[in-house]
């Protein structure tokens, strides 16, 4: 990925909360539309997988061992408030399913492409026995399942393994009734390797998670297995050993599921045993970070770039500000996170694993909390969204989850989700809504990142009586009022509006009582298009962007589409200004404005990003099918396929010539 212009990048994602940019503005364009509740299209409430083509694949670490963690609780998983930044939700249990819907829900949120789930192995080989060293036997991913499915998401959420190796010692000592107090896990022994490795952990673990949910390597029909470290402290006689662990771990995986899994291991398993290198089955290495040193590290690997990154971090039982006594890493109002996984950009990773998703205990974790180390309680999230989904096409805010709010009345009277005044309650089956609200009382999420657009916002919600109202706001603008249907939860538009690129602050605010709100869905509804030209070779933006522009393809495929933005709103017509935003959420630029190349490898959209469209031998509206051009920024150079196509294309004709010409396909 060639990087162009990285003050750019610095600017928004070095400088995330530091430097905030004060340009960020929105114009809104309130169109008019007729309400009908429950008549909304469902593409206007369905969420999409967010696109990890050419950008770096974003996976969490996530445990699910605290069954007894909640503030105040007891058992080995138990911590104390004032030691850790405490989640926003509650009870923080893994033994309720609604811990499980609330996980779904803030990775759906953040965006991010992989849940990495813990593997620690089960005691017994079969059966419904979930018990297990280190309290994390894959049998319960069944909740996980459970939870994606109750979420409508599992064609959006992908699972891959964390098998979390230091578990195998203790797994081991049981499987075998040693007393030995300086047990170490025989590497050399094969019956160990296939009861206690394969048997009760990997093989589970793929039991329970059905093969539709798993990860695959992009490009490829093969799951990743993430494994962590096989050091001296745990395993014994790793040399040769270990090479012969994945020989057998692939051949047993493709007997049983009909594919051979990739594997991506801890910097020490070449350390270890450097034979496991020439394995086709390895297919990265990670060198994992370092506290207080590092909060995150990338390393090549096979022509590729893995990294791991974590938000902050210190060892348990301290409290913050104990510095490098406890390795700690601050989180700096989330600069430690944006650095790091601007790195991931910058190096063009592949995939960037994030430590941890729950990981409450070692403050390393990825969830809301409204302690004070958080600019706001879903920073973490927002800060993950704004790299994995550069689209920013469709997103789901879940009102109980409010940032921010304004309660007229003490305490949660629904006595669920959260602490605090906001009033919330369970729905049945799974899921939250906010209840008893009064006249004037409002909610509000903080920094949605929106790349530039028109956007539509609905909400689902219901209103006690006739004559209830709302209304949302972005950036203090509001959309207009909207009534409320009556009686039974129902889908309604909010408004429409065009949004600059940046941070937006969106707040739904309840103008009389009696309305319960559940969720507030905003969706991009900028056309998708793709260009052709004359001599019928389609425009592509390598690697569905990050790269050059080129006119080359004989047929279309995701690289070769692009979001239309038309900045004027309205119909598209000649002479409009627009943007052309690539398939994995980059814009398309002139460099200098006009008279050089055009490249599809900006993450922050500025004057050079856009274009006027012109409707070639006509004027007015401009339909699918039309042939049009497009004009640089500075008003004088024009869009060239070189030699009518089959090359570049660049922005360096000051007349419309056949090369200029460009075939407009709206989808």
């Given at each position: 990925?060639?990087?162009?212009n ?30 009908a ?86 005691y ?55 007393s ?64 012969i ?24 398993w070449?350390?270890?045993d ?21 909060s ?27 510095g ?12 430690t ?28 974790g990825f ?7 958080y600019d ?62 009064a ?18 916002f ?82 592509s ?10 006119a ?10 692009f ?25 398309v ?14 993450l ?53 010539g056949?090369?200029?010409?460009f ?5």
């Amino acid at each position: 990925m060639k990087m162009k212009n990285l003050s750019l990048y610095k600017a928004l994602w070095y400088d995330y909360k530091v430097n905030r940019l004060s340009t960020l503005l929105i114009f809104l364009v309130i169109l008019s539309y007729k309400d009908a509740w429950g008549s909304i299209p469902a593409s206007d409430i369905t969420l999409d997988r967010p696109v990890n083509v050419g950008i770096p694949t974003l996976g969490y670490i996530t445990g699910y061992e605290m069954s007894s963690g909640n503030p105040g609780g007891t058992g080995q998983n138990a911590w104390n408030p004032a030691e850790f930044e405490n989640p926003l939700y509650y009870p923080y249990d893994r033994n309720e399913s609604r811990w499980w819907d609330n996980l779904v829900e803030e990775v759906l949120f953040s965006r991010a492409h992989v849940i990495f789930a813990h593997g620690r192995g089960c005691y017994s080989v079969s059966g419904p026995d979930t018990s297990g060293n280190g309290n994390m036997c894959p049998r319960l991913l069944s909740e996980l399942v459970g939870a994606i499915q109750r979420a409508g998401a599992s064609g959006i959420i992908k699972v891959g393994m964390w098998d979390d190796t230091a578990a195998y010692q203790l797994a081991a000592k049981t499987y075998e009734g040693s007393s030995d107090p300086n047990y170490k896990f025989d590497m050399s022994n094969s019956v160990l390797r296939d009861e206690v490795i394969w048997k009760r952990n990997i093989r589970i673990w793929h039991d329970t998670v059905p093969q539709s949910l798993w990860f695959n390597l992009p490009g490829t029909n093969r799951p990743i297995i993430a494994m962590w470290s096989i050091g001296d402290a745990f395993f014994k006689n790793q040399a040769n050993h270990a090479r012969i662990l994945l020989i057998e771990l692939s051949g047993k995986f493709y007997a049983r599921y009909g594919v051979k899994p990739y594997f991506l291991l801890d910097q020490n398993w070449l350390s270890e045993d450097p034979t496991v290198s020439s394995l086709e089955e390895v297919i990265g290495v990670n060198n994992w970070f370092t506290p207080p040193v590092s909060s995150y590290t990338y390393r090549s690997f096979k022509n590729r770039t893995w990294g791991v990154a974590v938000p902050s971090f210190r060892d348990v039982r301290n409290t913050p500000g104990c510095g490098v006594t406890c390795r700690e890493i601050p989180r700096n109002n989330g600069y430690t996170l944006s650095s790091a996984l601007n790195q991931g950009y910058t190096q063009n990773a592949s995939l960037v694993l994030l430590e941890g998703a729950t990981n409450v205990i070692e403050t390393a974790g990825f969830y809301r909390s409204d302690d004070i180390s958080y600019d706001y309680p879903s920073q973490p999230l927002q800060i993950v969204r704004n790299f994995a989904d550069l689209r920013t096409s469709t997103l789901r805010l879940q009102a109980e989850a409010c940032d921010t709010y304004s309660d007229s009345t003490s305490g949660n009277s629904g006595s669920s989700y959260r602490n605090g005044d906001l009033d919330v309650s369970t729905l049945p089956g799974s899921g939250w809504i906010v209840t008893n609200t009064a006249g004037n009382e409002w909610l509000k999420f903080q920094d949605i990142k929106l790349s530039e657009g028109n956007y539509r916002f609905s909400a689902r919600a219901k209103a006690s009586a006739s004559g209830k109202s709302m209304r949302l706001e972005l950036n203090g603008i509001s959309l207009g009022s909207k009534s409320i249907p009556v009686g039974s939860f129902d889908n309604f538009h909010l408004g429409e509006a065009f949004v600059q690129h940046g941070d937006v602050d969106i707040e739904a605010i309840f103008e009389t009582d009696g309305i319960e709100l559940d969720w507030i869905f905003v969706k991009k509804i900028d056309p998708t298009v793709s260009l052709k030209t004359l001599s019928n070779y389609y425009v592509s933006a390598e690697a569905g962007g990050g790269d050059v522009l080129t006119a080359d393809r004989i047929s279309k495929g995701i690289w070769e589409t692009f979001v239309l933005i038309d900045k004027n709103g309205g119909h598209l017509q000649s002479g409009d200004v627009i943007r052309l935003q690539t398939y994995n959420g980059h814009f398309v630029v002139t460099e200098g404005g006009g008279g050089g190349a055009v490249n599809a490898d900006r993450l922050i959209p500025n004057v050079w990003e856009e274009f006027t469209i012109i409707k070639v031998g006509g004027s007015g509206v401009i339909a699918s099918g039309d042939t049009i051009a497009l004009r640089a920024n500075n008003n004088v150079h024009h869009f060239v396929a070189e030699l009518g196509g089959g090359g570049t294309v660049n922005a360096d004709r000051t007349s419309i010539g056949p090369w200029e010409k460009f075939i407009l396909t709206i989808e």
